[in-house]
């Protein structure tokens, strides 16, 4: 795994003496366009593909911290010129080596099994070699004209999710697979436009069609509200709700605000009975059309599942649409084990699953799936050139145009891992963070914060004498103490990540789901299958000794 110093690079800088003169003309061009420009190109271009795709993940542990010691305003400063070259400056062997010397070093190396703060970790070997073949087969699965087998197969990863899912009777898929009319399900770019997918369509169904008033679509928010009566539409969801809703409701025309968050119960997942209380208060005020409940399968910052069967009796009760964001938790349900935790997801109007995150797939790719096959008719967009009515392009029913066939993506890795190797792969982060958890109360300058439900903890360092002082203390002094707490664990989340080793994440939460006031946190992700429980305990012996150097600021 050798990469050639800078010295014995290719004669390619333009300011080196020795460099030929590149240049863009007709020629260069179509050389480039179909080939590496000559032998030796092409000698060092297959060298560091074999590289990325046999050595990339020693190759990043060797050379890669989490972070490297460089400062974020020095690479600022070196990426300041914003004149593009007119002659070409190098060739593509050369354009890799840079990237491999200049840009992966000073990457973020979330390969790391000491990176265990994000939802963006290491993703399994095969992944990038199938990423590369569906960049270089470049279909288009918008239409079938630039797709043709890989719209049949993403219509068949569709059915595999939502059986996963709904889990309906075979006869239901036999006549849902391949027909074109209906649609189980869209791939999206991730799980925020899935979100507004969802909700999209959960507005418009919402808005049916009355008298003069056509569609939503067609006549505008203002026009549906008046037509219903309304003057506000409104979607519920626990105070952990995912900000991408926040968005859905800013170009739904709903209003941001109109994300109403409910209080988290004893348990941080939606408080039910706060829930109720909101729905009879805009039954009796009667002008407002609650669109969806969102219920969280695995909430982005503490990982908490809210209880989706209840939900769903709600969602029926109150005929309201029930959206399940399972962007996170959604691949729980191929571990035989944990599955049971979703129980009641099949319920689900509509359901997010991010493919970037528990499925392991290269950033980016999302989806959504929808109970009834024809609920993905409200959205029905058609061009003259593509699309056409009665067409059986995927591409009528999403909110993206253009779309990569990433259903190959994730139907060739279910082959390489079956349900049970993606099982795997869950029970171990789930396992592993909860013996992480017992290894945070067992030492006293820590405290748990959420413990986790899946593989999701918070927890915060609280050293002992400030303990003490917090449990006698009265509100005032409280906010004051915790005011000094948040400084020490930012400080310590900084420190620890500029260290360059390892990185936990911060996010801000009650410790007392009933406390008023938030407090600094540090948060947890466990889904490389290389984190250990040793691992673990470097990285609290490591936040041991930080703080300990640490010179506390009042
Ligand atoms: C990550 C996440 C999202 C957003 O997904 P992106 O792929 O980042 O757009 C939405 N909801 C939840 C619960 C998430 O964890």
């Known amino acids: 795994m050798n990469f050639p110093s800078p010295k014995d690079r290719g004669k390619l800088d333009p300011a080196d003496p020795g460099s030929q003169h590149l240049i863009a003309d007709w020629n260069a061009l179509q050389r480039v366009f179909i080939r590496p420009e000559d ?31 460089i400062s974020l305003a020095e690479l600022s400063l070196a990426h300041t010129d914003t004149r593009i070259n007119k002659e070409p400056l190098k060739k593509l062997a050369d354009v890799i080596e840079d990237i491999i010397q200049e840009i992966a070093p000073r990457a973020v190396n979330v390969a790391s099994p000491y990176f265990v703060g994000h939802m963006t970790a290491a993703i399994p070997f095969f992944m990038v070699h199938l990423k590369a073949i569906t960049a270089a087969l470049n279909q288009n699965v918008i239409k079938l004209e630039t797709s043709k087998i890989l719209s049949v197969l993403e219509k068949q990863v569709l059915g595999k999710m939502h059986r996963m899912i709904y889990k309906r009777e075979q006869a239901f898929y036999d006549a849902h697979v391949q027909n074109i009319e209906t649609s189980l399900g869209v791939f999206t770019t991730g799980g925020t436009t899935a979100n507004i997918t969802a909700l999209w369509v959960a507005r418009n169904l919402a808005l049916s069609p009355t008298g003069p008033f056509a569609s939503v679509e067609q006549d505008g928010i203002f026009a549906a509200l008046k037509a219903h009566g309304l003057e506000r539409m409104v979607v519920l969801v626990s105070s952990r709700g995912h900000f991408s809703l926040k968005k859905a409701g800013g170009i739904l025309g709903i209003g941001n605000q109109n994300i109403i968050s409910i209080d988290e119960d004893e348990n941080r ?65 191929l571990s035989e084990k944990y599955a049971p935790l979703l129980e009641g997801i099949q319920r689900a109007d509509s359901v997010t699953i991010d493919c970037h995150k528990q499925f392991y797939m290269p950033m980016t790719a999302g989806m959504v799936y929808f109970k009834d096959p024809e ?31 990433n259903s190959l993506i994730l139907d060739s890795a279910l082959k390489i891992m079956g349900s049970r190797g993606y099982g795997l792969m869950i029970d171990h982060g789930i396992e592993t963070a909860r013996g992480f958890a017992r290894k945070i109360d067992a030492r006293p300058l820590f405290q748990l914060v959420t413990r986790p439900c899946l593989n999701i903890l918070t927890y915060r360092v609280v050293p002992l004498f400030i303990r003490k002082q917090l449990e006698t203390a009265d509100k005032m002094e409280q906010c ?45 992700v466990i889904m490389n299958p ?12 490591e936040q041991e000794a930080l703080l300990a150097d640490m010179i506390i600021p009042d």
Not at 386 to 397: A, E
Not at 483 to 494: F, M, S, V, W, Y
């Open 39 to 69: 032998e030796g190109s092409r000698q060092t271009l297959v060298k560091y593909m074999e590289q990325i795709f046999f050595g990339l993940h020693d190759f990043l542990n060797q050379h890669v911290g989490v972070t490297e010691e």
């Open 269 to 333: 997942s939606i408080d039910l009975k706060k829930l109720e209380q909101t729905i009879q208060a805009f039954k009796i005020e009667g002008k407002t059309r609650i669109l969806a409940i969102v219920g969280i399968a695995g909430a982005t910052e503490t990982g908490i599942i809210d209880p989706l069967p209840q939900l769903a009796d709600i969602c029926r009760d109150h005929n309201i649409h029930f959206h399940v964001d399972a962007a996170w938790g959604g691949p729980v349900l």
């Open 375 to 405: 609920a993905l008719d409200q959205i029905v967009y058609h061009a003259r050139y593509i699309n056409r009515k009665g067409s059986v392009d995927l591409g009528i029913k999403t909110l993206e145009g253009s779309r990569e066939a």
């Open 480 to 524: 004051r103490i915790n005011a000094r707490l948040d400084r020490i664990n930012t400080n310590l989340q900084r420190t620890q990540r500029e260290a360059g080793k390892s990185f936990v994440s911060r996010t801000r939460l009650r410790v007392n789901p009933k406390d008023s006031q938030d407090v600094v946190v540090l948060r947890s």
């Open 530 to 541: 290389y984190t250990t429980p040793e691992i673990l305990d470097e990285i609290l012996d």
